[in-house]
């Protein structure tokens, strides 16, 4: 960010506490971590569950913050600290939003083509496979890690480069209205949706709600604008209907690992698509497919086929690829160049990343989030993983499912037993479920372990597996299961 102190002013509104020495003065960062500041930034003091961030006002701007954003009055010695400097203090109603104001200030200055990821499942991954592909030929700023809430999206823009020429700025949610808050201050001009699951069933009921919900970033798209939607999904058509892209406009591109696109579902099936065929995994768990596209900017190329081998594991990933290629494609790279740079991409931390335990076990570590829908194909992944010794599942609950949480976690089960994984480790009171799930499909229970929290897991772990061993650790976030690959890992 690069943006004068009067324009950041005029964007959040707000009391002026203490006026800037210079309105001209260059605002060029923001954080919330008073830890994190540096001369030029502006600090927001955010009021936390545990710590409030007013009382860091003083040390923030003695650090070199130019603006602090509060919700409340600072201490007198925050004043006088800013008096000294010749920094200043804005008094708003609400910091995020004063923070998302900013945001889509500094995204109007920005020259880049903004891509707005969202979906249920897969949406950092596609996320991360755009990012590595535009970034072989273009400048390019993407969300880090899943940092994609009301403060990550923002900061997301923020913290772009002047000259950044690709914006993927990635969109959660968990109740509606969300996204289309996020998708307000990012502008974006393109907009994919991985899939539509069963996650936040808790707060939204219904998978068409939660359709809804994701279709948001869909609405937000300008006329001109590119859609990028599973033609897989089975809520693709009632997302494409209700944000009435065609008749807005808005180019649609169809994506899907089961093959090509049929006509049948409309449309926007029938023209730009890109697709998956004669998808193999190996024994490491790489997808191997043919990678087809058809228009989605191949200019004077027709319909384009390539055999292409993903870095990343599972065969869930296929369509996370097939979605990434359709937006580089529209992003004016060319065929060739998009399955180079996708061959080359590497899974996000956190996400079915391979690492190697301390007694040689191999570990996927998928601990950063789960649905049931990402939960299955990482089972189905580890069983087609090549192993000497024993493939292991530690799978622990997943939240936010609401009334499919008994079926989701039960469903965990049953894959788990049917792919003949030969031990598995449930974590946490939720995953009681899974463990009798998967008894009641035919593992045998004395390979069926169950344990309270992921201390137990790791040392259950610690004694329990070995040189050869493969060990899948995956859950929802809360569930800390981090700390367990932490924990047998060197």
């Known amino acids: 960010m690069e943006l004068e102190i009067g324009r950041l002013i005029e964007a959040c509104g707000g009391r002026m506490l203490v006026s800037p020495a210079d309105d001209a003065a260059i605002a060029r960062g923001l954080t919330w971590d008073s830890r994190d500041v540096e001369p030029g930034f502006v600090y927001a003091a955010i009021v936390g569950e545990r710590v409030d961030g007013h009382a860091f006002v003083e040390s923030a701007i003695r650090a070199g913050a130019v603006c602090a954003l509060c919700s409340a009055e600072p201490s007198a010695a925050a004043i006088a600290a800013a008096l000294e400097a010749g920094g200043c203090i804005v008094v708003v109603e609400d910091v995020p939003a004063a923070i998302a104001a900013i945001a889509s200030a500094w995204r109007d200055e920005l020259d880049a083509t903004v891509i707005g990821v969202t979906g249920s499942v897969g949406k950092t991954t596609t996320k991360g496979l755009v ?8 400048k390019t700023w993407a969300t880090k890690g899943n940092f994609n809430n009301e403060l990550g999206a923002p ?3 923020i913290s772009a480069p002047a000259d950044t020429q690709m914006l993927v700025v990635e969109m959660g949610m968990d109740r509606p209205g969300q996204i289309a808050h996020l998708a307000g201050m990012a502008k974006p001009d393109m907009g994919i949706v991985s899939i539509v699951g069963t996650s936040h069933l808790e707060y939204l009921k219904t998978r068409e709600n939660i359709a809804l919900a994701k279709a948001e970033l869909l609405d937000a798209l300008p006329e001109g604008g590119r859609a990028f939607v599973n033609a897989s999904c089975d809520m693709t058509p009632l997302m494409v209907e209700h944000s009435r892209l065609t008749q807005r406009g808005v180019s649609v591109c169809a994506f899907s690992s089961a093959g090509e696109p049929e006509a049948s579902l409309g ?15 190996d024994g490491q768990g790489h997808p191997r497919f043919t990678l087809c596209a058809r228009g989605a900017g191949l200019v004077g190329e027709g319909e384009r086929r390539a ?4 870095s990343l594991r599972g065969a ?10 359709g937006v580089c494609l529209a992003c004016g790279m060319t065929f060739d160049e998009v399955v180079a740079a996708l061959e080359a991409a590497q899974p996000e931390a956190g996400r079915a990343e391979l690492v190697r335990a301390k007694c040689g076990a191999v570990v996927f570590n998928d601990a950063y989030n789960a649905a049931p829908e990402s939960m299955c194909a990482a089972i189905a992944t580890l069983a087609a993983y090549e192993a000497s010794g024993r493939r292991i599942a530690v799978l622990g609950d997943m939240g936010e499912l609401g009334c499919a949480s008994a079926e989701g976690h039960a469903r965990a089960g049953r894959a788990a037993a049917s792919a003949g994984i030969d031990a598995l480790v449930c ?3 939720l995953s009681r479920g899974t463990a009798r799930a998967a008894e009641e ?3 045998p229970r004395e390979n069926i372990v169950r344990v309270a929290n992921a201390d137990e897991a790791l040392a259950y772990l610690t004694k329990n597996i070995a040189e050869g061993d493969a060990v899948l650790v995956k859950a929802s976030h809360y569930m800390g299961l981090d700390r367990v690959v932490e924990g047998i890992v060197e």
């Open 131 to 138: 990012r590595d592909i535009l970034s072989t030929k273009y």
């Open 155 to 157: 900061y997301t823009v």
């Open 267 to 281: 449309a926007w099936a029938a023209g730009d698509a890109v697709w998956a065929e004669d998808i193999s995994v």
């Open 307 to 310: 055999s292409a081998t993903l």
């Open 316 to 325: 869930q990933n296929v369509s996370n690829a097939c979605g990434a290629v």
């Open 427 to 429: 974590v946490g009171e």
């Open 441 to 443: 499909a035919g593992m």
